[in-house]
């Protein structure tokens, strides 16, 4: 458990970003209202809590502006199987599901499988985690 008190991160930038993408430079809001991930162009861009969010329409850009904590990935967008077992882990954008109208993402298509086989499980486990394993 971390010595960091949640106030003292509540604000800090807690997205996995790879060279400050966010999510890859994939559209986020494409996986709730297409039912697959779109890459989002550089145009069509918003910084968000340390991230650039990238989208494909200026109407997915003007949905997450309007509340992005509805369309940004759980965990920050690091695996969900990996922050079960209070791991950090990159994810892949095209690996994927939206459970209870949230977005998890997981390393790899065969990560995916395994966190499959117990996703309500593995979700409470890695909330239990985060965002403490950001400070391990």
Known sequence: M???SPAAYADSPLFHAREGMALSGYDTVSYFNGGHPVPGRSDIAV????AVWQFASQGNREAFEANPRAFAPQFGGYCAY???KGRL???DPEAWEIVAGKLYLVHSPQIQRLWQQDIA???AMA???WPDA???
């Open 2 to 4: 971390s010595l960091v």
């Open 47 to 50: 910084m968000w809590k340390g």
């Open 121 to 123: 499980g593995n979700i």
């Open 82 to 84: 990996a922050m079960s």
């Open 89 to 91: 882990s990159s994810t």
């Open 134 to 136: 950001l400070f391990d």
């Open 127 to 129: 909330e239990q985690n």
